[in-house]
Every structure is written in C-alpha cells, then in structure tokens.
C-alpha cells in the first residue's frame, strides 16, 4: 500500500505537465464600436467625422434641390448657386460691410449684456438675501419674447442702432443671469468655508475664492448664450434696418432672392462657429487645466 502510494506520489504528472507547457491565451481587445458610452475620439478622427457630417449634409441639400420639380426649384437653390450668390455678395454688393455692422452689434451687445449679467448672477449665487431679492423677478423676465419688445424699442429709440443692440441686450441678458447663477451656486461650499475659516473676508472669499472657481463654467455659460445673440441677429435687423445680414436678407425676401437669403444664413452660420471656436481658444489659453480635467 506504501509503496503504491510512493509510487503514485513520485510519478510525474503528464496531464499538468502538458497543459504547463500550452501557449497562454491571447488577450484580444473587444471590438471598438461607434456608438460607445463616453467615448473621446481622437482629434484626427473628430476631424474626419466632421467632415463626413458636412459633407453629408451638403449632399442632401443638393439631392433636394434636384428631386425638387424644376418649376420650383428656384426656391431650393443648389450649393452651386447659393456659393455664386455669397460670392457676389461680396465683391458686387460690399456685403463685408453689412457683416462687419452685425458683428458689431452682436459683439457690443452681448459684452455689455455679460458686464450687467455676471455680477448679478454671482451675487446671487453667493448671497441667499441677493437671489431671494431678485431671482423671482428676473426667471418671469426669461419667459418674455425679445420680439415683443420691438415695437416699444422702435418707440423709445428709434430705428437706430442703439434700438437693435438694445433688442439683442434684452434677448440674453435674463437667461445668462439665470447660467451665472447656477455655476456659482455649483462652487462647492466646502471652499468658501475653509476660506472664511482661515480667517478670509467676505470679500476675499468672494474675489479670490468663488470667482476664480466659477469662471470656467462661467466662460462656457457667455459661449452658449452669444449663440443666442446671434439668433437674434436677423429680428433685430429687420425693422427699420439700412445696413446688416438681416436687412440683406429683408431685402432679397421681396424680390423672392432665395439663393441670397441662404448665402446670408450661411454667413450667419459661418460666423457663429468663427465666435464659438474663439471662446473655446480663450478658454484654453486662460484656463487650460480645467481643458485638461474635462477630456
């Protein structure tokens, strides 16, 4: 029996051996798909995929103008000929000027709109008394159509500038407030506390504590809201207007120029991405840890 059990125990194990020596199963990465939850493509990649999203959105619109009856394809113009009236626009028409006049209004509008509206929204953010003051009145304030004040604009000021950039004021100043006041409150409280804790002012806490910690989202809450603006732009410039997009494309409407009145949207899109992608440069350059923290 002993030496049975020697025998058994002293006997090499051929099995064991054998699958000791088998290769290791090769690790192979799961498929990578393109509808994948919080995927971050890479910036070559992000590029094509936009270009792809472009150039298909181009092709429909040409697929549109053709499947359109020839009768009445005057009102779908093709690429073509919307890209030959912007053309036109600019070197018969002076249309440089029109949209450097928008720019204009646009850009005075909306910093002055910031400069009244983001110190209101911190204020409120920090201080309960401030928010319970003023919060009920300025949230109604956000449920009024900027359009509807035309008529009382025109009445105050006239068909001037200072009427159009006083209607742009209106349609984004109550709704930043109200993004202000959300990033500031989204400070967290712990900061403020260890701030005052540590022997810091009101005033300290405020100006050297929530401001610096807000400001980044503050900085993505004026790029959405200048988006607003510009979709703005052409109610602001259709009454009363001489010079702009909008009173280029009021005027292109009578005379049934639809490829003009698409080049002028096309332009006002064009500009919107010009502003977008400036802020986003901006916030790279004065906040680029915060850049690095969200990717």
């Not at 983001?118 to 920090?126: E, S, T």
């Not at 980044?216 to 809201?225: A, E, F, H, I």
Request: contains cysteine.
């Amino acid at each position: 029996m002993q030496e049975s059990r020697a025998a058994a125990i002293g006997a090499p194990n051929h099995a064991g051996h054998e699958a000791a020596n088998d290769p290791a199963p090769l690790f192979v990465a799961p498929k990578e798909r393109f509808l994948e939850f919080r995927l971050q493509p890479t910036s070559q990649r992000a590029w094509m995929l936009g270009t792809l999203g472009a150039l298909g959105f181009f092709g429909l619109w040409e697929l549109g103008h053709y499947l359109t009856a020839e009768s009445a394809r005057k009102f779908l113009p093709s690429v073509e000929q919307v890209a030959r009236a912007l053309y036109v626009l600019f070197s018969e028409r002076n249309f440089l000027h029109d949209v450097l006049i928008s720019c204009y209004r646009i850009f005075v509008s909306f910093f002055a709109a910031s400069a009244v509206g983001v110190p209101i929204g911190i204020l409120m953010g920090c201080f309960g008394n401030v928010r319970a003051l003023l919060n009920p009145t300025l949230s109604g304030w956000r449920y009024l159509p900027a359009a509807s004040f035309i008529p009382l604009l025109l009445v105050w000021f006239g068909p001037t500038d200072l009427a159009k950039i006083a209607l742009l004021f209106i349609g984004v100043i109550f709704f930043l407030i109200s993004l202000i006041l959300d990033n500031t409150r989204a400070v967290p409280k712990e900061l403020v506390e260890a701030a005052l804790t540590m022997g810091a002012s009101r005033r300290e806490a405020l100006t050297g504590v929530v401001v610096p910690a807000a400001m980044p989202t503050v900085l993505d809450s004026m790029r959405n809201m200048i988006a607003v603006g510009w979709t703005y732009l052409v109610i602001a410039e259709i009454v009363g207007a001489q010079d702009g997009i909008g009173a280029v494309m009021m005027r292109a409407g009578r005379f049934l120029n639809v490829d003009t009145i698409m080049a002028a949207i096309f332009t006002i899109g064009v500009l919107g991405i010009l502003t977008d992608v400036l802020f986003r440069v901006a916030q790279h350059l004065l906040f680029p840890w915060n850049v690095e923290r969200r990717s």
